[in-house]
Nanobody
């Protein structure tokens, strides 16, 4: 089996930056799409950004121009660089990856809090 482990969350002031990382481990075989989702209290989980195996990217309108998703296939890791953070970006951020052998898997989530 495989697992996804996220890191990089925390407390940051408005206008600040964070970089989230999500590393896959286990018997991987191959990974197609990878992405980041978030869920704020009382709201549904929503897509933040995704990236294909060919490095095509997609962003939620609310984060375009501020967030950048990237991946390192050799390390089976996906990153989310978040700049100009706003209080409304506060949420638990979840990593997702679609494994060739195992299907869609989720990380455990990492808290991002934007507050002064």
């Amino acid at each position: 089996q495989v697992q996804l482990v996220e890191s990089g969350g925390g407390l940051v002031q408005p206008g600040g930056s964070l970089r989230l990382s999500c590393a896959a481990s286990g018997i991987i075989f191959g990974i197609s799409d990878m992405g980041w989702y978030r869920q704020a209290p009382g709201k549904q989980r929503e897509l933040v950004a995704s990236i294909t195996s060919g490095d095509s990217t997609n962003y939620a309108d609310s984060v375009k121009g501020r967030f950048t998703i990237s991946r390192d296939n050799a390390k089976a890791t996906v990153y989310l660089r978040m700049n100009s953070l706003k209080p409304e970006d506060t949420a638990v951020y979840y990593c997702n990856a679609v494994f060739t052998r195992w299907g869609s898997k989720w990380g455990q989530g990492t808290q991002v809090t934007v507050s002064s």
